[in-house]
């Protein structure tokens, strides 16, 4: 698989979070475990009564009415501080969901533009729609009750050892063999996770890919090779879910052994310690049901284990993509000194190892039209966007008036240039909303202007369009994409014409649009028509990532190159 997968945070990072975040909200915390602690007490006092009653019904000093009264009472407190400990704890939890969630959707919004081409999609949708959702369920269900557990775990133990010391031995005597299973499970657990959501991503891009292509794969006859890739991918998530079951299936039936191996301990223990008046019928029976009644949260602890791996497993998912790298540097606070764009012995690879420009020099003269010509592949869209600051140079510097493009503020950087392509996404919102976008702080006056100057022809400034609103044509989602361009009014632009708004349905009622938005300004186009290089005042010919010739369309012709022939071929052919 070509995509590069994004990072995924350490186990010691996922545990600094996660204590941070437990941390954040230290009152609501502690009230919701005060809450749980008093449920915990409540549900411990009914089996120390009935060890009572079974004393006195022996020696027939019991009061059943009374001791069921007390039991009675102490039974709904429980359920009064059960509700209210679920109610804190569930309110907590969301507020703690919704941050995450906040602080994901920032982080993915932060992602370098060339990390996102690089990732693929489905590992970035996977972690989206999967991860967040199985972190989701874990902080929902899986932290709350384990809080519960471990609360109701330490104040029935606490009440065993009340009860009589001696009777924790049976518990004592599986601790090992819970803890042994548990370690053995936890260890291969968070790989496991980590593979089966992996291979997820894997089997989601393939099958992407295949639905996305489908037109390529069916008049390609693909159909055999995209059905061989998606059963790799099926087989290997098939392989990393059977792991983590067989995992589950040796680890649960040790565990429910070592349940019931402390009740009936107890039992028998119990039974030695009375026949030896060591202990009363009373102690014996408290102890036996505090036993049967570690149960429950001990299971339910071991349980949600197996699910907070499962969120661990997606919280470093989560987190690891803001280790990704910043592919711009530190923001430099010089500014431009001129609108000259300088391009400097800039080398640039995709894949580390594989340059696809090899050293190209290029000034700018403000003002002009320069056109790139070249074959396919060449460099030509990857020279572009080196243009337009969306990836920076491996080496050499890409500068407009002596800063180099990566160390501008992103906002900066769109008001001197701006890379033009076909990509018109209409945002859910007010059309005012669309094009205030390019510059938050512009005035109703300025975004009219802008509308006005690439002849607006859609609905007012507060109409809903986007994804449930009013639907716009191509040319008008184009018109909306100029608008944002007139506002932010970059000095330069870059115009890939291969995916540019020149899309020859809607060209002719967008040329008009098009040449408000370039007038005054620098024009780099990417010429995929030998036309726009002879109107052009300066045409760059790229082969194999090198520019080798540089001239107006004349001299280039006249110096009989690699230009003029393809000048000499394409003429031929229209004339
Ligand atoms: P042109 O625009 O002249 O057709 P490009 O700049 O698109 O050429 O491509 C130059 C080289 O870089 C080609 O070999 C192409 O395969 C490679 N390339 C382009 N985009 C990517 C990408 N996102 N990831 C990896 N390689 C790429």
Not at 157 to 184: D, K, M, N, Q
Not at 465 to 476: C, E, R
Request: proline content about 4%.
């Amino acid at each position: 698989m070509s995509a590069q997968i994004l990072p995924v945070a350490t186990r010691a990072e996922v545990r600094a979070y996660a204590r941070r975040l437990t941390l954040r909200h230290p009152r609501a915390l502690a009230g919701a475990l005060t809450l749980h602690g008093l449920a915990a007490v409540s549900g411990l006092v009914a089996p120390w009564l009935l060890g009572d009653l079974v004393e006195g019904v022996r020696s027939g000093t019991a009061d059943v009415d009374l001791v069921a009264l007390v039991i009675a009472g102490f039974v709904i407190a429980q359920g009064v501080f059960v509700r209210f400990a679920y109610y804190a704890s569930t309110r907590l939890g969301e507020k703690v969901l919704a941050e995450l969630r906040e602080e994901f959707v920032d982080r993915v919004l932060d992602l370098p533009l060339s990390t996102v081409e690089r990732a693929g999609t489905g590992d970035l949708v996977t972690r989206t729609s999967r991860d967040v959702d199985a972190l989701a369920r874990t902080v929902r269900m899986a932290v709350p009750e384990t809080l519960i557990a471990l609360v109701t775990v330490s104040f029935t133990l606490g009440a065993l050892v009340l009860v009589g010391p001696v009777f924790i031995l049976p518990c004592l005597v599986v601790a090992p063999l819970l803890w042994g299973c548990t370690r053995w499970y936890l260890a291969r657990a968070r790989d496991g996770y980590l593979r089966e959501n992996a291979a997820w991503a894997e089997l989601t891009d393939s099958l992407a890919e295949t639905v996305k292509g489908a037109r390529t794969v069916d008049a390609l006859g693909l159909g055999d090779d995209r059905q061989r890739r998606c059963n790799v991918g099926i087989r290997g998530s098939w392989a990393a879910e059977r792991y983590t079951l067989r995992l589950r299936t040796i680890y649960y039936p040790m565990v429910e052994t070592g349940y019931v191996i402390p009740v009936v301990g107890t039992l028998l223990l119990g039974g030695l310690l009375y026949i030896n008046d060591m202990a009363s019928l009373a102690q014996v029976t408290a102890a036996t049901l505090y036993v049967q009644q570690l149960i429950e949260p001990l299971d339910m602890l071991l349980t949600w284990l197996d699910e907070l791996q499962v969120g661990g497993a997606s919280l470093a998912r989560l987190l690891g993509v803001a280790a990704v790298p910043q592919d711009r540097e530190a923001a430099t606070t010089a500014r431009p000194d001129c609108e000259r764009i300088d391009v400097r012995d800039v080398r640039y690879a995709y894949r580390e190892g594989t340059d696809v420009l090899h050293g190209v020099d290029l000034t700018l003269r403000p003002g002009e039209r320069l056109a790139v010509v070249g074959p396919s592949g060449a460099g030509k869209s990857t020279l572009g966007r080196l243009l337009a600051g969306i990836h920076g140079p491996r080496t050499g510097s890409v500068s407009v008036g002596s800063v180099p493009l990566v160390e501008l503020p992103l906002d900066d950087l769109r008001g001197h240039v701006a890379l033009v392509t076909q990509e018109h996404h209409v945002f859910r919102g007010t059309v005012r909303d669309n094009v205030v976008m390019a510059r938050p702080d512009a005035s109703a006056g300025d975004i009219r202007a802008a509308l006005e100057a690439v002849d607006w022809s859609g609905p007012g400034l507060d109409a809903e369009v986007g994804a449930g609103g009013l639907a716009l044509s191509p040319a008008q989602a184009q018109q909306l994409a100029l608008a944002r361009l007139v506002l932010a009014d970059p000095h330069t632009l870059v115009l890939d014409e291969a995916t540019s708004l020149l899309d020859p349905r809607a060209a002719r009622n967008l040329e008009r649009s098009l040449g408000a938005v370039l007038d005054g300004r620098t024009v780099v186009a990417i010429a995929h028509r030998l036309q726009t290089a002879h109107d052009a005042d300066r045409v760059a010919v790229v082969e194999d990532g090198r520019i080798t010739e540089l001239g107006s369309h004349d001299e280039l012709v006249a110096a009989g190159g690699s230009y003029a022939a393809l000048w000499t071929s394409w003429h031929g052919r229209t004339h």
